[in-house]
């Protein structure tokens, strides 16, 4: 995956070879912030390590920082598809990874149009985080109550990701 953008590219100001390394590092900082306060890495954790267990050497104890806890969760009637899975309801998710989050939009490309949630209902971050229910709800109820300057702050941290 690639490395988060939250550092500003080196290059002169105002100049950057894409538009997605061309990052405000100070709102960066104040998103990721809100994001631990928002509680929203309580499903979307930023760092996991792997076990120690793999048959290769170089995947043993490695530390990844998915933004997920790869775990089924509630997320509520308006996101339910009512398909059982095992012990899966079809209200449980399983918490999306946000690492290359910040791509997608470069990587559908201009015909395209960027679905997220895991059924691509969301057209973009501030619907994906306003259709969190069940136990996403209480950071939704936080996205909701956000300044213009927090909101834009949080996106930009999640579109460095």
């Not at 950057?16 to 900082?29: D, F, G, I, K, S």
């Not at 792997?50 to 104890?61: I, M």
């Not at 910040?102 to 994906?128: C, F, M, P, Q, W």
């Amino acid at each position: 995956m690639p490395a988060q953008r939250s550092i500003a590219s080196g290059f002169p100001k105002g100049v950057a070879p894409t538009e997605e390394l061309n990052v405000n590092p100070a709102q960066v900082r104040a998103g990721a912030t809100l994001f631990q306060g928002m509680r929203c890495a309580a499903c979307h954790t930023a760092e996991i390590k792997t076990g120690p267990g793999h048959l290769f050497a170089e995947l043993r104890n490695q530390t990844i920082r998915p933004y997920s806890d790869l775990l089924l969760h509630d997320m509520g009637a308006g996101l339910a598809d009512n398909l059982v899975e095992g012990q899966a309801k079809g209200n449980m998710w399983r918490t999306a990874p946000l690492w290359g989050l910040g791509y997608s939009e470069k990587v559908i490309g201009a015909a395209g149009t960027v679905g997220y949630l895991h059924d691509g209902r969301a057209r973009n971050l501030t619907e994906a985080i306003l259709w969190h229910d069940g136990e996403g709800a209480a950071s939704r109820q936080r996205f909701e109550k956000l300044s213009k300057v927090e909101r834009d702050a949080l996106l930009a941290f999640l579109k460095s990701l």
